[in-house]
């Protein structure tokens, strides 16, 4: 008899870790057994690991009418695709099948002081978004409806305040004062926010255009169970600088195993301010990484092929995703009067520690029909799964593209916002509570 209770035990555990997070909420309720069981932080794990092997949903911003106003005006609002399998064996892999939107805590509107929210990044079902002058950060579990503002950074630049003499000059290649990330440490089982603040820069003395950069300063935030274990603190940047060079990361891409990935630039520290020469200093383009349980920057070197023709390429575009849910994917692409207009795709491989770019895709826009790429006003936004392309066109309506069929489909009714600011993500439904870390993927 205590066997087949056993039995009857795991199969509901096995059941309930492959419901929604919905409904195991208001299964909470029930009885004071689920509220435990749901509560447990194994359950959490089983569920957070069912998520991420049926994933099919992209959290993005997207416009809908607005509903105190007329039909001609819109508002941004966040939401859910969730896709299904195409049963049918179709040209594409997965169908849409629902569109949720998603509403933001009154609380939470409150705190932020109705700003429009931008989006950093996600992780296990936990995003974190800020308000457009990076002053408030939140991290955000939508799916349970849990949030957390973070307390204002000791070291947060306020522009206005700062000497004339400084303010004015950030490097040309790089207008960005403030870059940010969010990830997961597997080796103390916690949610991080890293905070990378461009701190100013100068003119030398003795002439008006040399300027020189200060040092990057960056914090890490660490979600714990209690205020205490939570805190802003500086960590070291030696790892972003050589002797003459800083490594300056933008804007946040990816998490992966542990890392954290930004596409940025090698820059010189000092350099000649003038309109001219405004390369002068920047060096080249890279992609920054950042070690969520060391703490520690590395820069890995982006595809010869692109190193080749960087500056030529005015059009080019790059976004880093993930793979086959297990590898870093460089997607690039570009549309200038000098070349044709071309789609590219490298895999990064970690080869006993030497980063190798593998090309994995690529093609002349000429010959697909995005037509929306090859035109110059259109921009991909995800890599869903390994082989669909989400791909929004100028006026923000969404295609996706699928690189092995070569078809596309229009998602009509999806008007994504168009900003570097808010790019889609692939999101994963979970119930991982906002400090809590348990999970090690």
Same mark, same amino acid.
């Given at each position: 008899?205590a066997h087949s209770?056993k039995?009857g035990?795991?199969?509901?555990?096995?059941?309930?870790s492959?419901l929604?997070p919905?409904?195991?909420?208001?299964f909470k309720?029930?009885?004071?057994?689920?509220?435990?069981?749901?509560n447990?932080p194994r359950f959490?794990d089983?569920q957070?690991?069912?998520?991420?092997?049926?994933?099919?949903?992209?959290?993005?911003?997207?416009?809908?009418?607005?509903?105190?106003?007329?039909?001609?005006e819109t508002e941004s609002?966040?939401?859910?695709?969730t896709?299904?399998e195409?049963a049918?064996?179709g040209a594409?892999?997965?169908l849409?099948?629902?569109v949720e939107d998603?509403?933001?805590?009154v609380s939470m509107s409150?705190?932020?002081?109705?700003?429009? !929210?931008?989006i950093v990044?996600?992780?296990?079902?936990?995003i974190?978004?800020?308000?457009?002058?990076? *002053?408030?950060?939140?991290?955000w579990n939508p799916?349970?409806?849990?949030?957390?503002?973070?307390?204002?950074?000791?070291?947060?630049t306020?522009?206005e305040?700062?000497d @004339?003499?400084?303010a004015?000059?950030?490097? !040309?290649?790089?207008?960005?004062e403030w870059?940010m990330?969010?990830?997961?440490?597997?080796?103390s089982?916690?949610?991080?926010?890293? *905070?990378?603040i461009?701190?100013g820069s100068?003119?030398?003395a003795h002439?008006?255009?040399?300027v020189v950069?200060?040092?990057?300063?960056v914090?890490v935030?660490?979600l714990?169970?209690?205020?205490?274990?939570?805190s802003?603190?500086e960590i070291?940047?030696c790892?972003?600088?050589?002797?003459?060079?800083?490594l300056?990361?933008?804007?946040?891409?990816i998490h992966?195993?542990g890392?954290?990935y930004?596409?940025g630039?090698e820059?010189?520290?000092?350099?000649?301010h003038e309109e001219?020469?405004r390369y002068?200093e920047?060096i080249? @383009?890279?992609m920054?990484s950042f070690d969520?349980?060391?703490?520690?920057f590395?820069?890995?070197?982006?595809?010869?092929?692109?190193l080749?023709h960087e500056?030529t390429? !005015?059009?080019?575009?790059?976004?880093?995703?993930v793979?086959n849910?297990?590898?870093?994917a460089?997607c690039v692409?570009?549309n200038?009067?000098d070349?044709?207009?071309?789609?590219?795709?490298?895999l990064l491989?970690?080869d006993?520690g030497?980063?190798?770019?593998?090309?994995?895709?690529g093609?002349?826009l000429t010959s697909i029909?995005?037509m929306?790429?090859?035109?110059?006003?259109g921009?991909v936004l995800?890599l869903?799964?390994s082989?669909?392309?989400?791909?929004?066109d100028?006026?923000g309506?969404?295609?996706c593209?699928?690189?092995?069929?070569e078809?596309?489909m229009?998602?009509?009714?999806? @008007?994504?916002c168009m900003?570097n600011?808010d790019?889609?993500i692939?999101?994963?439904?979970?119930?991982?509570?906002i400090?809590?870390?348990?999970?090690q993927?």
């Amino acid at each position: 008899m205590a066997h087949s209770c056993k039995i009857g035990e795991d199969l509901l555990v096995k059941i309930l870790s492959s419901l929604p997070p919905k409904s195991l909420m208001r299964f909470k309720c029930a009885a004071k057994w689920w509220y435990a069981l749901i509560n447990n932080p194994r359950f959490v794990d089983n569920q957070l690991s069912n998520c991420l092997h049926n994933n099919r949903s992209i959290f993005l911003k997207r416009l809908v009418p607005n509903k105190d106003s007329n039909a001609s005006e819109t508002e941004s609002v966040f939401s859910v695709l969730t896709f299904c399998e195409d049963a049918d064996g179709g040209a594409h892999r997965f169908l849409l099948s629902r569109v949720e939107d998603i509403n933001v805590p009154v609380s939470m509107s409150v705190m932020s002081g109705g700003e429009e !929210l931008r989006i950093v990044g996600h992780c296990h079902g936990i995003i974190c978004v800020h308000v457009d002058n990076y *002053s408030k950060v939140f991290v955000w579990n939508p799916a349970i409806q849990e949030f957390k503002l973070l307390p204002s950074e000791k070291y947060f630049t306020d522009w206005e305040s700062l000497d @004339q003499q400084r303010a004015p000059y950030r490097p !040309l290649n790089n207008r960005l004062e403030w870059a940010m990330g969010f990830g997961y440490d597997p080796i103390s089982k916690a949610y991080k926010v890293v *905070s990378i603040i461009f701190y100013g820069s100068q003119r030398h003395a003795h002439t008006l255009y040399s300027v020189v950069i200060y040092p990057l300063r960056v914090q890490v935030y660490t979600l714990g169970s209690s205020e205490e274990s939570s805190s802003w603190r500086e960590i070291k940047t030696c790892s972003l600088e050589t002797e003459t060079t800083f490594l300056w990361p933008q804007i946040f891409q990816i998490h992966l195993k542990g890392m954290c990935y930004w596409l940025g630039s090698e820059q010189q520290k000092e350099f000649v301010h003038e309109e001219e020469l405004r390369y002068e200093e920047m060096i080249r @383009q890279v992609m920054v990484s950042f070690d969520m349980s060391d703490e520690v920057f590395d820069e890995v070197t982006l595809p010869d092929e692109l190193l080749d023709h960087e500056r030529t390429f !005015l059009g080019l575009f790059m976004l880093l995703t993930v793979w086959n849910e297990s590898s870093i994917a460089l997607c690039v692409w570009h549309n200038s009067c000098d070349v044709s207009p071309y789609f590219g795709m490298w895999l990064l491989d970690n080869d006993f520690g030497a980063c190798v770019w593998t090309k994995h895709a690529g093609f002349e826009l000429t010959s697909i029909p995005i037509m929306d790429l090859r035109e110059g006003g259109g921009h991909v936004l995800a890599l869903w799964k390994s082989d669909e392309l989400l791909v929004v066109d100028e006026d923000g309506c969404t295609i996706c593209y699928n690189l092995r069929t070569e078809n596309r489909m229009s998602l009509p009714t999806i @008007q994504i916002c168009m900003s570097n600011m808010d790019s889609p993500i692939v999101y994963v439904n979970s119930i991982v509570s906002i400090g809590l870390g348990r999970h090690q993927t």
